[in-house]
């Protein structure tokens, strides 16, 4: 059975970069995936797609972020990342890590809370 875990920091101040890791286990990266992306939900708001990154590398993000954000994979470390640019108190979120097989099944990381405030 596949699982995600997300990692990185709780709390980051305002102008500077959040980065979070998910770190796949109990399966390789290089197998019949489709695609590794992140999610967001703000409080009291609903799930916000952010961007993915496709098996052959490709990146795809939300035009709402895509100035600011880079999705990364590392398949020799069964990792992907998030860097997003330039934080406000707006980014403040739980933050999802999502795995996607060609055959249209999702896994999901069970979410951090990531609070950007000085």
């Known amino acids: 059975q596949v699982q995600l875990q997300e990692s990185g920091p709780g709390l980051v101040k305002p102008s500077q970069t959040l980065s979070l890791t998910c770190a796949v286990g109990?399966?390789?990266?290089?197998?019949?995936?489709?695609?590794w992306g992140w999610i967001r939900q703000p409080p009291e708001k609903g799930l916000e797609w952010m961007g993915m990154i496709g098996s052959d590398g490709e990146t795809y993000y939300s035009p709402s972020l895509e100035r600011r954000i880079v999705i990364s994979m590392d398949t020799s470390k069964n990792q992907f990342s998030l860097q997003l640019d330039s934080v406000t108190p707006e980014d403040t979120a739980v933050y999802y890590c999502?795995?996607?097989?060609?055959?249209?099944?999702?896994?999901w990381g069970q979410g951090t809370q990531v609070t950007v405030s000085s």
């Open positions: 109990g399966g390789s990266m290089r197998g019949s995936w489709y695609a």
């Open positions: 999502n795995a996607r097989t060609y055959r249209g099944k999702d896994y």
